[in-house]
């Protein structure tokens, strides 16, 4: 599987965006955070990445690995 761009769920004006790692555009906005978060895990499912979750702050406050991740986290939290 290669390994895609990191999908970012950052705020928005209109909401929460998703936005691949190094975009200026957003890939997707929408109303609230839980719906960008489940818009990020599909892309990065697909593409073997990352979903990196903003507080609304820009601050990272989540990361979880949809790739090859040799050291997986042991937590079962999605």
């Known amino acids: 599987m290669s390994k895609g761009k990191n999908q970012h769920v950052v705020p928005h004006l209109?909401?929460?965006a998703v936005?691949?790692?190094?975009n200026r555009k957003a890939t997707?906005?929408?109303r609230t955070q839980k719906e960008a978060i489940?818009?990020?895990?599909?892309i990065a499912?697909?593409?073997g990445s990352e979903?990196?979750?903003h507080d609304?702050?820009?601050?990272?406050?989540?990361k979880?690995?949809?790739?090859?991740?040799?050291?997986?986290p042991k937590d079962k939290k999605h």
Not at 19 to 22: A, I, K, L
Not at 38 to 42: G, M, N, P, S, T
Not at 56 to 62: A, S
Not at 64 to 72: A, E, K, L, R
């Open 38 to 42: 489940e818009i990020a895990i599909r």
């Open 14 to 16: 209109k909401g929460w």
């Open 51 to 53: 979903v990196v979750i």
């Open 19 to 22: 936005r691949g790692e190094g």
């Open 28 to 30: 997707k906005v929408t």
């Open 64 to 72: 979880d690995s949809y790739g090859n991740d040799p050291c997986p």
């Open 45 to 47: 499912k697909n593409q």
């Open 56 to 62: 609304r702050k820009g601050r990272i406050r989540d």
